[in-house]
């Protein structure tokens, strides 16, 4: 069982960065590739980042390419979504999920994924 918990959230203006945590419980973090997706008001969940549970490999949605950096530290249990330059658009709730062992191409599809956190919400003012 694992357990996420976000946090970072919160208003920041357009062109400005925010750092997204997410702590994962239990003692086997480093078997999962983590997510991050994101949801506004009446949109579809839209994945934003992924990286790979060896090796770090990364993915990302093209609409965040060049601005956000996902990353992580097993070591802590963490991933973080580093957001730069941040836009309008960006506005949402956002959520981080575990999925076992898989690899990137896969990470894009929410189905997949075995645990999500209860997200923490983004909002960009223009």
């Known amino acids: 069982q694992v357990q996420l918990v976000e946090s970072g959230g919160g208003l920041v203006q357009a062109g400005g960065s925010l750092r997204l945590s997410c702590a994962a419980s239990?003692?086997?973090?480093?078997?999962?590739?983590m997510g991050w997706f994101r949801q506004a008001p009446e949109n579809e969940r839209e994945f934003v980042a992924g990286?790979?549970?060896?090796?770090?490999?990364?993915t990302y949605g093209d609409s965040v390419k060049g601005r956000f950096t996902i990353s992580r530290d097993n070591a802590k249990n963490t991933v973080y979504l580093q957001m730069n330059n941040v836009k309008p658009e960006d506005t949402a709730f956002y959520y981080c999920a575990a999925r076992y062992r898989a690899h990137t191409i896969v990470l894009h599809f929410s189905k997949g994924y075995d645990y999500w956190g209860q997200g923490t919400q983004v909002a960009v003012s223009s």
């Open positions: 990286i790979t549970w060896r090796g770090g490999l990364t």
């Open positions: 239990g003692p086997t973090f480093s078997s999962y590739s």
